[in-house]
Every structure is written in structure tokens, then in C-alpha cells.
């Protein structure tokens, strides 16, 4: 499985983006799909994550601000963005695990690439305030 994240770039604090990550084939069912992010002061942060039944969970940081979703017709995960911050800027990539049985709860708290097998090569935000 290929996965691509576009929709990256500089905002205002405060403002709004909304990331997607394309798939090669449909991740609908058969698949826990998650949403990441990356800077050199963090360690990789799990955001947002949706398990193989739709269930949705986010990290504490992320809650009430970025919603994640898919549309399965394109295959495709989004990550909609908003009250942006400066802290959350970083290399944001996308991650699907095939077969996988976990919550999404529990998705979220694995962050190697070993663990999800499939992942995108990332889209930068930069937020400024």
C-alpha cells in the first residue's frame, strides 16, 4: 500500500488545514489508519487514529481541534485542523496497519514504523504565531 499526505503548509496560529492521505487501495474494514507528526525537538507523536470498526481516538494535545476521518469511495484519510498552534508544527505522515484487531485507543499509542508497516513520506506544517 502506497500512502500520500498533501495539504501541508504555513499558517497563522489559530488558523485551519486540512490534510489528506491518499492509499493505493482501500483501507475500509481491513485496516487501522492513524495520523502522526514529527519534529526534531519531539519524539513521533501519535494524533489521531481510526480502528478497523471506525472508532475514532486522539491524542490529549489534539482533542477538541483536529477531527479524522476517511472517505472510503476515494480512499482516503483526512486530518481537518483547526485553533492551529505553533507547537504544532512538525512533519505530519499518515500510517495504515493491515489486520489489525486493536481499539483505536490502543492504536494510538504505537508510533514505530514496525508496528503500522505502511506509511507516508509526510507533508510539512508550519505554524506561525
Known amino acids: 500500500v502506497k500512502l500520500t499526505e498533501t495539504g501541508g503548509g504555513s499558517v497563522q496560529a489559530g488558523g485551519s488545514l486540512r490534510l489528506s492521505c491518499e492509499a493505493s487501495?482501500?483501507?475500509?474494514?481491513?485496516?487501522?489508519v492513524g495520523w502522526f507528526r514529527q519534529s526534531p525537538q519531539k519524539e513521533r507523536e501519535g494524533l489521531a487514529t481510526i480502528d478497523s470498526t471506525g472508532d475514532t481516538s486522539y491524542a490529549d494535545s489534539v482533542k477538541g481541534r483536529f477531527i479524522i476521518s476517511q472517505d472510503n469511495a476515494k480512499n482516503t484519510l483526512y486530518l481537518q485542523m483547526n485553533n492551529l498552534k505553533s507547537e504544532d508544527t512538525g512533519l505530519y505522515r499518515c500510517a495504515a496497519s493491515p489486520g489489525c484487531r486493536q481499539t483505536s485507543s490502543q492504536v494510538l499509542r504505537h508510533i514505530t514504523e514496525e508496528w503500522f508497516g505502511y506509511w507516508g513520506e509526510g507533508t510539512q506544517v508550519t505554524v506561525s504565531s
Open positions: 487501495k482501500s483501507l475500509h474494514n481491513a485496516y487501522c
